[in-house]
């Protein structure tokens, strides 16, 4: 499979637990974005990432989030100390260039927090 | 102001008739990007289409096409002969540069969506 490799598909914390989310942009593509989609909406961009930088993360809340895009390995978007409210599917993109070219989104993961 | 309208919540059509669903955008950027997703109920996001700003002709990509009329900030998407399997949401998005956008998100900005239901 070519795409946006994006896992686990659905995960379920306890508040106060940790989540991590994983992305594997698509072959050949640097750029790679997150979004949250909280239900009956649209997404909502996060952070952009290219590898080993954070380029823009003025979506991401200032606290309990964070994201990285090591040199090896895939993009991490991690909440410490899960809340109720962090419940949505979060989309992982990746484009080949950062304007022009579109964004391919994974399948999402779908978070629940108990 | 919201950057990108989508003013029907819903829609019914009818099986083989054409679709239009309505986009409207908000931006000061001379260089944008307009971009429709399509999300069925499995909840993944699917690529339709792409319109540069710069772009002289509308888009088109196989039953989807770009009814993109600049003056207007509209980038309505046509559905031809529409099928069961286009019922789903779908989204339309904008890229422009944060330097035009106040110093918001350097990503796509989604409007709320259509909820496309096709009846046989």
């Known amino acids: 499979n070519a795409g946006v490799m994006q896992n686990p598909r659905h995960l379920v914390r306890r508040r106060g637990q940790e989540a991590r989310l994983r992305c594997s942009p698509m072959k050949g593509h640097s750029h790679v974005y997150w979004y949250r989609q909280l239900p009956e909406e649209g997404l909502k961009f996060m952070v952009y990432l290219q590898k080993e930088n954070i380029i823009d993360e003025s979506g991401m809340p200032k606290e309990r989030f964070s994201a990285e895009f090591p040199k090896e390995g895939p993009s991490i978007l991690r909440i410490q100390q899960v809340v109720r409210g962090d419940s949505a599917a979060y989309f992982c993109?990746?484009?080949?260039?950062?304007?022009?070219?579109?964004?391919?989104f994974g399948d999402g993961t779908r978070l629940s927090i108990l | 102001a919201q950057k990108i309208t989508q003013t029907q919540p819903g829609m019914f059509v009818q099986e083989k008739e054409a679709v239009t669903l309505d986009c409207t955008y908000d931006?000061?950027?001379?260089?944008?990007?307009l971009f429709w997703y399509k999300q069925p109920s499995s909840g993944e996001m699917i690529f339709l289409i792409y319109?540069?700003?710069?772009?002289?002709q509308n888009a088109t990509e196989g039953r989807y096409s770009l009814n993109f009329q600049k003056a207007r900030k509209s980038a309505n998407l046509v559905i031809s002969a529409s099928q069961l399997g286009d019922s789903a949401m779908y989204f339309c998005a904008m890229r422009d540069s944060p330097l035009y956008s106040g110093g918001g998100a350097d990503g796509l900005t989604f409007g709320k969506g259509t909820h496309l239901i096709i009846q046989p």
């Open positions: 931006t000061s950027d001379p260089s944008y990007g």
């Open positions: 319109q540069g700003s710069y772009d002289q």
């Open positions: 993109a990746s484009s080949p260039r950062d304007r022009d070219q579109p964004q391919h």
